[in-house]
C-alpha cells in the first residue's frame, strides 16, 4: 500500500472550528492517483467523521486538492480545550492514509 506521504504534501489551516487541509501532489501522476483514491468518503473516515462534514474542492492546474473538515477542531484556537487548537498535527494524521 501507498501513504499520502509518498505522493504529496499536506499544509493545515483553521477558521473556527473548521480544519483546512491543503494537499499538493509531488507531480501529474500523483495527483491523477490522489484524485481518484483521496474521496470525501475516505478522508471522512480516516478522521472519525460523518461525510456531511468534510468538503472537497480541486485545483487541477496546481495538482492540488483542499478539504474542509467541519467541527474537527472543537471550538476553534479560543474554545478548544485541545492543546493543537489550530490543527497542525492532522496534517501528518492525512498523511499515513493508506491508498
Do not use: C, W
Not at 483521496?38 to 492540488?64: D, I, K, M, N
Not at 477542531?73 to 474554545?79: E, H, I, K, R, S
Request: net charge negative; glycine share 10%.
Amino acid at each position: 500500500m501507498t501513504q499520502v506521504d509518498e505522493l504529496a504534501s499536506v499544509r493545515t489551516g483553521d477558521k473556527g472550528d473548521t480544519l483546512i487541509l491543503a494537499v499538493i501532489a509531488h507531480d501529474q501522476a500523483a495527483f491523477d492517483l490522489l484524485n481518484q483514491e483521496l474521496s470525501v468518503e475516505r478522508v471522512a473516515a480516516h478522521f472519525g467523521l460523518y461525510t456531511q462534514a468534510v468538503t472537497r474542492s480541486e485545483l487541477p492546474t496546481l495538482h492540488s486538492f483542499s478539504f474542509e473538515l467541519s467541527g474537527l477542531l472543537g471550538g476553534g484556537v479560543t474554545g478548544s480545550p485541545n492543546l493543537d487548537g489550530h490543527g497542525k498535527t492532522m496534517s501528518y494524521h492525512l498523511l499515513t492514509l493508506e491508498i
